[in-house]
């Protein structure tokens, strides 16, 4: 079983992937077009003043605590790319 929970509580530093997105179809296309689309690996950074920071591709995302808490992710087992 994985243990799937939203990008906001998920801890930085660790790589996951975006399993779903509950969201309405504008914020899933903003997303999209930033490259957070489900089966997407992504590393969160942290948060900075109500940001939440992520880095999907070797780019960088500032996200806000919102739109964080509708990307669902799930941990990244085995062999993961590198981000920069």
Same mark, same amino acid.
């Given at each position: #079983?994985?243990?799937?929970? *939203?990008?906001?509580?998920? @801890?930085?530093?660790?790589?996951?992937?975006?399993?779903?997105?509950?969201?309405?179809?504008g914020l899933k296309?903003?997303? #999209?077009? #930033?490259?957070?689309? @489900?089966?997407?690996?992504?590393? *969160?950074l942290g948060c900075?003043?109500?940001?939440?920071?992520?880095?999907?591709?070797?780019?960088?995302?500032?996200?806000?605590?919102? #739109?964080a808490n509708k990307?669902?992710?799930? @941990?990244?087992?085995?062999?993961? *790319?590198?981000?920069?």
């Amino acid at each position: #079983m994985t243990s799937r929970i *939203p990008l906001a509580m998920y @801890p930085t530093g660790q790589t996951c992937r975006i399993c779903d997105v509950w969201a309405g179809k504008g914020l899933k296309r903003r997303l #999209m077009e #930033m490259g957070l689309t @489900p089966e997407s690996i992504i590393q *969160p950074l942290g948060c900075n003043r109500g940001s939440f920071l992520v880095s999907v591709n070797g780019t960088r995302y500032a996200l806000g605590r919102g #739109m964080a808490n509708k990307i669902i992710v799930e @941990p990244v087992y085995g062999e993961v *790319p590198q981000f920069g």
